[in-house]
């Protein structure tokens, strides 16, 4: 996903706003575009709350990262459907997530 012009990652995901990890800077209370190019181009008016600085602790050693929370903007209906139609294919992805972590969790349990 895009914030912008910035690459990003998205780790959390709402109706209202979302969080975003990203490595270039943005600045709080600017305006935006969050972009998911991968699902038909959803483009979705924003707002950054704030962003910070955060430091990842990788198998290559720390990374400085920006973590941002975001806030949509009010959409029409015919651009907030799209978004919830997102928010079900991801809330369906990470319970498939979910159940496969848990079998793993099982089957390592009964192998013990």
Request: charged letters at 25%; hydrophobic letters at 40%.
């Amino acid at each position: 996903m895009q914030l912008s012009d910035v690459n990003g990652e998205l780790i959390d995901l709402s109706l209202h706003g979302a969080a975003v990890v990203h490595r270039s800077p943005v600045k709080a209370g600017s305006s935006a575009t969050l972009i998911f190019p991968s699902y038909g181009g959803i483009y979705i008016p924003c707002r950054v709350l704030r962003s910070i600085v955060q430091v990842r602790r990788g198998e290559r050693g720390p990374e400085y990262v920006f973590r941002s929370a975001i806030e949509f903007n009010e959409m029409p209906p015919e651009q907030e459907q799209p978004l919830r139609e997102f928010i079900e294919i991801q809330i369906g992805r990470l319970e498939e997530k979910q159940k496969e972590v848990a079998a793993a969790v099982e089957a390592q349990r009964r192998a013990e």
